[in-house]
């Protein structure tokens, strides 16, 4: 099985907002992290809001942030909500299969799917960020480590020539 582009960018999304809990990010700054589309994740974001597991806050000083606690937000959740199709084979969407009547290839892979999101549904978004792996990922994304807040980002200022006298 291969999980979409679109559930991909959802699942790192949430990781992000989980390692960055201490303050707002915006979609550009989690694109440029991951090195992804950001008009993509932007469809992303927007579908992650709707399910209520992002709050977004527009205007100025506005941007994402996780909408519940992460040990809240089940992996296998996440997967079910952002997967348009889960359907295996074609079977599972409509039945168009000949041999769909005598097939047991159906049952084993409606077994194989209901164990994957299994497994999934054990993990939550806290267990993904805990122990060792919320300091490596925070380093990797560029973001301070867990529990440690951010300096304000100083914007470099152009300096201002001395007016003349007339």
Known sequence: M???RYTDYALRTLIYLGLNESRVSSI???ARAYGISESHLTKVVHQLGRIGLVQT???RG???RLARPAAEI????VVRQTEEDLALVECFANGACAITPSCRLRKALGEALAA???VLDRYTLADLLAEGAAPDLAFLLGLPAP???APPTVEATVPVPPARGR
């Open 2 to 4: 291969r999980l979409t």
């Open 28 to 30: 550009a700054e989690i």
């Open 57 to 59: 806050t527009r205007g």
């Open 62 to 64: 506005g941007g994402l």
């Open 74 to 77: 089940v992996v296998g959740a």
């Open 116 to 118: 994957f999101l299994a």
């Open 147 to 149: 529990g440690v807040i």
